[in-house]
Structures are given as C-alpha cells and as structure tokens.
C-alpha cells in the first residue's frame, strides 16, 4: 500500500526554525492534497497547512506568516517550514495526505506516525 514518514521534529528554542519532511511511499498513483495537522498535548488535533493540486496553499491563522508548506509532486514529499517558532506550536505534527493507489481502483487518506516538536527555552 502506501506509507508515509515524518521526519525533521525536534527541540528548539523560541523564535527559533525546524523544517518538518514527509516522504510518501508505496504503490501511488497520484497525490491529491498534502497536509500538515499537529496535536499539542490536551488538545485535539488541528490543521496547520495544507496544499492541494495546484499548490494552493491554506493555512491556520496561527501559523500563517510564519510556516510555509511546499510539495515536491515529482518525490511525493510535502515540507512544512516553521519559523519564529513559539511553545505554543509544541505539538505532535502529522503529515497527512489524500494518495490516488497506482491500480486506479481506491483513493486513500494516509497518516503519518507523527514527529514530535518542542519549543522550550
């Protein structure tokens, strides 16, 4: 099937940058939208950005300004560059992402395992 892997997740200190990688594979026959959810502990999960197709890209309004998302159709991977980062982004983040299979027969909304960031002085 398909799988996808976060990696990138770490600890930094406030205002500091991470740049989170998510690489997709398996047996894909397209990628329709890419996204990056997070879950900070106590709190349910959320979507921090997403890009679709076009390049498009959306996201949350406490991110927006300081993360960007980018997608690499031809390597199936989605990035997620934070900046000026905060102990409130401290969360699990996922990458998530909506495969077409290679058969053509099933789309399939794929999570991540998640990789965890840490904002702390």
């Known amino acids: 099937q398909v799988q996808l892997v976060e990696s990138g997740g770490g600890l930094v200190q406030p205002g500091g940058s991470l740049r989170l990688s998510c690489a997709a594979s398996?047996?894909?026959?397209?990628?329709?939208?890419m996204a990056w959810y997070r879950q900070a502990p106590g709190k349910e999960r959320e979507l921090v950005a997403s890009?679709?197709?076009?390049?498009?890209?959306n996201y949350a309004a406490s991110v927006k300004g300081r993360f960007t998302i980018s997608r690499d159709n031809a390597k199936n991977t989605v990035s997620l560059q934070m900046n000026s980062l905060n102990p409130d982004d401290t969360a699990v983040y996922y990458c998530?992402?909506?495969?077409?299979?290679?058969?053509?027969?099933?789309?399939?909304?794929?999570w991540g395992q998640g990789t965890l960031v840490t904002v702390s002085s």
């Open positions: 890009i679709g197709t076009w390049l498009i890209p």
């Open positions: 998530n992402a909506d495969i077409r299979l290679s058969t053509g027969r099933r789309n399939l909304e794929v």
């Open positions: 398996g047996s894909i026959g397209g990628i329709n939208g």
